[in-house]
């Protein structure tokens, strides 16, 4: 067989490229073999504040303005909703955290996104004594359903294979490379944090960061916008919440653990004071640069191979605007952006 690429990963990363290959008229295979799980338990969110110290999300308004419409487009091709847009209600600790909030509410970067005005609380299933500032233009995305819809997408076609991608029967000349019976013009690893095992790329500076998330059930609780407190408190409907998400930089497995969901219940008692039940547990690694940056580009002696990771925190923002730049690169040979590129390590 042989096609344009050969795609290594089916999470975020691997399936914004994908697309953009489709739409591009070029053919591809893809390898996955369901190893890592960042993009199939994330919460989805897409918000271009810091929620910690009120600052813009780097290059937030461009991402966006590639990512919105990206999605809107997946909905519209396989009949599906995947954008929820909701708004963020963030908890204030303390009056000064207040006055921070209005500080940076006049600098225009944030009035798209910030309201001025403090709301009140007036649910008594959770405690919030300093008001809430609210977030408009955010949302969450459902990762879950985007990774399975892609999947039997690409299944249904023949162009993925659900296997484990094996670096040493790779064969790769000046002008193609070669794995099994397929031949590519060019190989595009999108791993996620199986990155580490890919000798090719296992020399870049990526951290493991492990995120544990529980799904609550809390029929009185009765939120429509994600709370922000301790922990994230996003709606999913049927009265069933996503409360996360925990950061490990020691543990890489993708295993939920007693410590992870202790620290999780621990934080919702803090601020919920409605009854609820646990419904899921889940966990997965983040892809983490050191400069929070992703990482696009090719190997620096076998031009065939490129890399497109990094995502971090937010691939669901991120990943769609990162494509593009990559797309442009392997096949227009336009630079990357510096801040974007494997070659600033
Ligand atoms: C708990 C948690 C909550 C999160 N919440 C958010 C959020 O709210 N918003 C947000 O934007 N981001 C969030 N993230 C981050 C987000 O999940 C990541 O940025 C994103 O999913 C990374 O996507 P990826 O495609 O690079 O990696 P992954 O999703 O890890 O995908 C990599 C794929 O490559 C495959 N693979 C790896 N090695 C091989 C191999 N040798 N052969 C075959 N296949 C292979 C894996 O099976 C996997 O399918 C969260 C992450 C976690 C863990």
Not at 5 to 34: C, N, P, R, S
Request: hydrophobic fraction near 40%.
């Amino acid at each position: 067989m042989k096609v344009d690429y050969i795609i290594v990963g089916l999470g975020i990363a691997g399936i914004t490229f994908a697309d953009k290959l489709e739409t591009e008229g070029k053919t591809f295979v893809v390898f996955d073999d369901m190893s890592q799980q960042a993009s199939i338990v994330a919460s989805g969110m897409y918000n271009p504040v810091v929620l910690k110290r009120f600052t813009p999300v780097w290059q937030s308004k461009e991402q966006l303005e590639v990512a919105l419409p990206f999605y809107r487009g997946l909905e519209e091709k396989f009949s599906i909703k995947l954008d929820y847009n909701l708004p963020i209600a963030r908890v204030f600790k303390s009056v000064e955290e207040q006055n921070n909030w209005f500080e940076v509410c006049d600098r225009h970067l944030l009035n798209d996104y910030m309201c001025q005005d403090l709301v009140a609380n007036t649910n008594t299933e959770f405690m919030a004594p300093f008001k809430l500032g609210m977030l408009k233009n955010t949302g969450r995305i459902d990762t879950k359903l985007l990774i399975s819809t892609y999947r039997n997408y690409l299944e249904s076609k023949g162009q993925l294979f659900s296997e484990k991608f094996d670096y040493n029967t790779l064969f790769l000349d000046k002008t193609s490379v070669k794995y099994h019976n397929v031949i590519a013009k060019k190989l595009v690893f999108c791993e996620g944090f199986g990155m580490l095992k890919n000798p090719f790329f296992n020399t870049l500076p990526m951290q493991e960061s492990k995120g544990e998330l529980i799904t609550i059930f809390a029929p009185k609780l009765n939120v429509d916008f994600m709370l922000k407190g301790p922990v994230f408190i996003m709606p999913l409907g049927n009265h069933q919440y996503k409360v996360g998400a925990t950061f490990n930089w020691k543990d890489k497995t993708n295993n939920p653990t007693e410590e992870g969901k202790k620290e999780l219940l621990d934080k919702l008692g803090s601020i919920l004071t409605t009854d609820y039940e646990i419904v899921s547990h889940v966990a997965g690694v983040r892809p983490t640069v050191k400069d929070r940056r992703p990482l696009l580009g090719k190997h620096p002696t076998y031009k065939n191979l490129s890399l497109f990771n990094g995502l971090g925190t937010r691939g669901v923002m991120i990943a769609p605007y990162a494509a593009n730049f990559l797309y442009e690169h392997l096949e227009k040979n336009n630079n990357l952006p510096q801040d974007l590129a494997i070659y600033r390590f």
